[in-house]
């Protein structure tokens, strides 16, 4: 603590000014600097109503590394060139970042800043036990021309919504040092994985419970991922659960880990050695209806999924419950579209008009029920590159192959049903809740029937 306070005090004699001390916890992976309103430090032009420099929603991005005790500043501005000048070593080193590029800073150093003209900071980062959090403070003031100003993120009250809890608290909190380390766990314990994430089972306090890990922390793709689905899981437990959504039960950020409701195996799991469906009649329609209701639910929230697919449908011991899960794609209403998700069960408008939106959602569990209903096996990856299909008529044609021979399977008139999900045209496409209708009246049809 003694040494924390020196370099504090040897701070201010630096800069006589107030500071905005940036706390990792388990719910924080990296800070935002930038006009938007969920930045922890927010940046705006002057009250004469002049910009001082160009700042984007999210201007900076500061990503503490847990497993070198480092920090990197991301340049996420669309066109501002950052400076870095070393306050701390002689000669003085000067670095730069240019838009889209990023520089490391080592512990026990102090670097000067500068965001945009005029937006200036200190950046001091702690090292050893003292390195819970780096300390940003604001140089000695700027002149008129310059009066942008860090704003610490105001605290939320219980009130707001889940979207407006997302942005973590600048507390002065103190807790241990974080750890990337891998969890020990059976390797027969583990129930998923993918090139990002493992998901493996794991007891606490007599629950069983699922552990999403991520396995590439090093990523700040991977630390988006899981900020993303954590800001979903979190936002769709309040003011009430879906009994078929993944429940969230805890958290840490540091170690991008999520803890979720241990539900069971995926849909991709219930197949033959031709890859074809071993679900039967009765489950069939209990995954139609249950997915179906937590369609309803999360687009009533305006939250889109984006990565409907088997392997993300989950079913209880005994086929009682389907449960949706994996956010990692999700979106919230107002965020644009984006190339994330399953490339054989993405909808055809975002090959036209680079839309990924509710009815896609539809047409994704459209696919999911073809493979559901036997009428087509488990779709294959890869398939093709997602970000590439907008712009590219190679990959453009050969996504429309595949939703051509898609359309083109003989459905039986009584999974007509199916048909109506996978419409070419998004504004013709079933909705959440009237499939909810139209599969609740064929459970009718069926026990009727029996």
Known sequence: ???????????????????????????????????????????????????????????ATII????????????????????????????????????????????????????????LFNVYIPCGGDQTHSVVTL???????????PQPAKRRTSRQSGE??????????????PSLARPKHDALRVAAATPTTHVYRKERGGQVVAVKKCRKPELESSVSTWEREYRILDHLRRPWLSPHIANLIRYDAMKLILELEFIGPDLGK???????????????????HHISQALVFIHKQGITH????????????????????????????????????????????????????????????????MFVLRLIPLPVQPGWDISKVPREPAI???????????????????????????????RNRITAAELVEEVGMRIQRHLLAA
């Open 396 to 426: 453009r044609a050969k996504m429309f192959e595949w939703i051509g021979g898609l359309r083109a399977v003989t459905v039986p008139e009584s999974e007509a049903l199916v048909k109506r999900m996978l419409e070419v045209k998004p």
């Open 64 to 119: 503490p590394d847990p497993d070198t005790e480092d920090v990197e500043i991301h340049n996420v501005s669309a066109t501002t060139t950052f400076k870095l000048s070393s306050l701390t070593t002689e000669p003085m080193e000067r670095k730069t970042v240019r838009s889209g590029s990023y520089e490391r800073i080592h512990p026990g150093t102090t670097w000067q800043l500068q965001l945009a003209l005029g937006v």
């Open 306 to 369: 984006c990565d409907i697919k088997a392997e993300n449908v989950l079913l209880t011991p005994g086929d009682s419950r389907a449960v949706l899960c994996d956010f990692g794609c999700g979106a919230f209403g107002h965020e644009r579209a984006h190339s994330g998700g399953t490339p054989r069960y993405i909808a055809p408008e975002y090959a036209t008009a680079n839309e990924r939106g509710l009815p896609g959602d539809i047409w994704a569990f459209g696919v999911t029920m």
């Open 164 to 177: 407006d809890q997302i942005a973590p608290m600048l507390a002065p909190t103190q807790i241990s040092p």
């Open 1 to 59: 603590m003694q040494t924390a306070q020196h370099h504090l005090r040897k701070e201010k004699r630096l800069c006589d000014a107030p500071i905005v001390a940036l706390h990792q916890d388990m719910r924080t992976a990296k800070f935002l600097l930038g006009a938007g309103k969920y930045c922890h430090v927010i940046l705006h032009a002057d009250t004469t109503g002049k910009d001082i420099g160009y700042i984007n929603s999210t201007h």
């Open 139 to 149: 140089p000695t003031a700027p002149s008129k021309k310059s009066a942008a100003r």
């Open 270 to 288: 219930r197949i033959d050695a031709c890859k074809m469906s071993t679900i039967q009649p009765a489950t069939q329609n209990l995954i139609w």
